[in-house]
């Protein structure tokens, strides 16, 4: 007897980035595709250490279910951190850990809109963000974006259109910092104007921020969650880009009711997130490791940054154009509007080299000549060639299309 499935898992669609992962262990190949960081970031010996100290001496707790908000330890140690690397204040009992910061990102249009509901995010927007909502029903308005982040005198239009028509958003979704896929940094002026909106219109946001510790140059910019803190403003954060991916550790902050929804969501999903992990968490803050390893990191990836940067500028063809981010994982490149980089892409992985096409960014897929390149995962020679490649392979699509 064949299964019936719902409507809404019917619509989802795979991950491209999931998709291309499959080829990035090939022979030869160089994928700029997937989010992923550098292992040589990973404090491994630190690590090993942790890990042979918890299950010395907190194996009982450390091997056994947790509590569903995450350790009530890891949440003050979080609380901490947040105030000394944002400088806003957040009780423990306005956090909860998550499976990295996807879960939230997956729980929050389940909590806060019904199927059908409208949420406005960035165009381009995080991928996995573009996934939560599709698998909930939700419709996404994307706003453009520049250099400085998401036009806000736009969204501004936007919202009173909506307004006129009787149409109420259920939050906007924004990544302020080294933005995923673009790369961009939101200015502080629109961080401004964007609470203005929101109290106006009475809107809550979401701001995730998952790159926020890895800057390479320019002044920090104030979080939207410290710059007011009355609003309304839903904190996504994560340790996969400061620790490691692999141990599936992030949180949410939030108010309390908030929180205590998304902690019922999150006891129909998964009971708790792992707890060995949320120990490994707890012990990495507590010992100083993070703030030991990020300024390697941040090492690490300017010089990888600006390799790229400088290969762009040496292989890609004239009319190119591309983000040159402050900090953060990838570059977003724009070429010739005759390119269709999603129909591109089999012959970059015939060339050995993989990226991620922009349509799969827009919730309305509707641009197609961009693409998101990761800097961070390839070695500093691969990515002089797999850029050089990747330059062969447009300027022969620009003569075919031409020929045509």
Known sequence: MPYTFSNLIEGARPSEIRELLKYASQPGMISFGGGMPNPSSFAIEDIKQIVNDVLTV???????????GGLPELREEISRMLMETEGFAADPQEIIVTSGSQQGLYALPKILANPGDIIISEAPTYIGAISSFNVNGIRTIGIPMDEFGIKTDLLEKTLEDLKRSGKKPRYIYVIPNFHNPAGYTLSLERRKHLLELSSKYGIPIVEDNPYGEIRFSGEKVPSLKKLDPTAEVTYL?????????GLRIGYLVSSTEVVRKVNLLKQAVALATDTLSEYIALEYLKRGIMKKQ???TITLYRKKRDIMLSSLEECFPEGSTWSRPDGGMFIWAEVDKSIDTTAMITKALEKKVAYVSGSSFFPDGSKRNNMRLNFTFSEDDQIKEGIMRLGEVISSEMKLVKAA
Not at 58 to 68: D, E, F, H, I, P
């Open 237 to 245: 954060g994560t340790f996969s880009k400061v620790m490691t991916p």
């Open 58 to 68: 907190s194996w009982k707790y450390a091997l056994q279910y947790g509590n569903t």
């Open 294 to 296: 990020v300024p390697k």
